[in-house]
């Protein structure tokens, strides 16, 4: 019975040393948090298709809009994506759309715009360049915005990313300081 016990305690041993040396480190244990959202936002999900399903033409954006000078912002916006051309894999896209500034979630309206804008899609990555017109209830004048954004989607309907504004002012009160400062706004949003 002795030797029944100390063979099954070495057979035991030995599946486990077998099931040790057979296991493989993690590809980068020590990564720090901005490293995986480097590594995310860097690479491509062919599987999800956020930015290429037909019957999903509008865009809701909401996110915090920060302006040196001016501080935090609530922005709340819409886009239509009136044209695509592509497949899957790659396509071009245009879109009207309109963005509303808030001093705080429920504050003041600071500006009101319209927007075009022009999107190049990579399977789940969406870059996008447009203008547009508004008029800044802040600065009693009208501007023209030209902005350049990256949003990544995060599943089938959701998407994030950074968007950077610079506004062009006609004229009003305190326009030429304002003028030279961008915006940069944490995209967050929704498909429909």
């Known amino acids: 019975m002795k030797r029944i016990l100390i063979t099954l305690s070495l057979l035991a041993l030995c599946w486990q040393g077998n099931a040790q040396t057979n296991t493989t480190p993690p590809t980068n244990p020590e990564q720090t948090f901005f490293q995986s959202v480097g590594a995310y936002f860097t690479s491509f999900n062919s599987d999800l298709n956020t930015f290429h399903k037909e019957q999903d033409r509008f865009d809701i954006i909401a996110g915090p809009e920060n302006q ?9 916006a819409g886009r ?5 051309k592509g497949d899957n894999t790659n396509s071009l896209q245009l879109s009207f759309g309109g963005a ?4 705080d979630i429920a504050g003041t309206i600071l500006s009101e715009e319209g927007e075009f804008a022009l999107s190049l899609v990579k399977y789940d990555t969406k870059l996008t360049f447009g203008t547009g017109a508004g008029y800044s209830r802040q600065f009693k004048s009208g501007y023209t915005p030209l902005f350049a954004e ?4 995060l599943t089938p309907n959701t998407f994030a990313g950074l968007r950077i504004t610079h506004d062009f002012y006609f004229k ?3 326009s ?3 003028a030279n400062t961008p915006k940069l706004l944490i995209v967050t949003g929704f498909t429909f």
Request: avoid cysteine; aromatic fraction near 10%.
């Open 150 to 153: 990256v949003t990544k989607a």
């Open 100 to 103: 509303m500034r808030n001093a």
């Open 172 to 174: 009003g009160s305190g």
């Open 68 to 76: 040196q000078g001016v501080g935090i912002t609530a922005v709340l």
């Open 176 to 178: 030429a300081t304002k």
């Open 80 to 84: 239509w994506n009136f044209y695509r």
